[in-house]
């Protein structure tokens, strides 16, 4: 138990799908962020957020929506995604951006 | 283009005997950090280690830093088979904004 809680652990959703993931710590940290993980692939950071402004938005595709209403909180709002979108994504946090980073279990991704 | 690139990709070991895992990084860095993730799990932090410092111990791991050859090592000593797992670096460059930058990772496999 790292003190990140992501949900839900597992979806399946189809590409017309609206669906979002929560990501919520509660270990005061500042900084949050959203990772990708696919298969053979390194860990690639989507985007980060600190003191709830997002600092980084590493060029992802606009189906991918990030939300971060309080320090503690964070979403990633999914639509119309595509089968190659599956992946296992990892929320992170930590007390300052790029210091030593909690994540959580993360969420195993399947778009059909 | 990914800043840290671990090696071996794979390395199997008898249970008790050390494992050694190196990275490599390409530009100057604030610091490098070490990470461990059991298969479809999240990332556990395992050390941080700083650009000024050469070593540093905790419990059966060492990490070293050599920022002349922009390399690291990890020696896990007298592995168990709870070792077992994916081991990533991960880089905090220097002038690099908000992102720490993962490698692909070594998978650590200890038999008994």
């Known amino acids: 138990e790292t003190g990140v809680t992501q949900t839900p652990r597992h979806l399946v959703m189809g590409m017309t799908n609206k669906k979002s993931l929560k990501c919520e710590q509660h270990?005061?940290?500042?900084?949050m962020y959203w990772y990708k993980q696919s298969a053979k692939k390194p860990l690639e950071l989507m985007f980060v957020y600190s003191l709830e402004e997002r600092v980084e938005n590493n060029s992802v595709p606009s189906r991918f929506s990030p939300e971060c209403p309080n320090s503690s909180h964070l979403f990633l709002h999914l639509h119309t995604l595509q089968p190659e979108d599956s992946a296992l994504y990892l929320c992170?946090?930590?007390?300052?951006?790029?210091?030593?980073?909690?994540f959580g279990q993360g969420t195993r991704l399947t778009v059909v | 283009s990914q800043q840290g690139e671990e090696d071996p990709q794979a390395l199997s070991i008898q249970e008790g005997e050390n494992a050694t895992m190196n990275c490599s990084y390409k530009t100057s860095i604030n610091n490098l950090q070490w990470y461990r993730q059991n298969s479809g799990r999240g990332l556990v932090h395992l050390i941080l280690i700083r650009s000024n410092e050469r070593e540093k111990h905790s419990g059966r791991l060492r990490v070293t830093l050599d920022t002349s050859k922009k390399s690291s090592s990890l020696l896990i000593t007298a592995s168990r088979a709870a070792d077992t797992a994916s081991y990533f670096c991960a880089t905090d460059p220097t002038g690099g904004g908000n992102k720490l930058t993962f490698g692909t990772g070594t998978q650590l496999k200890v038999e008994l």
């Open positions: 992170a946090s930590s007390q300052r951006v790029n210091t030593e980073a909690f």
């Open positions: 270990l005061g940290h500042n900084a």
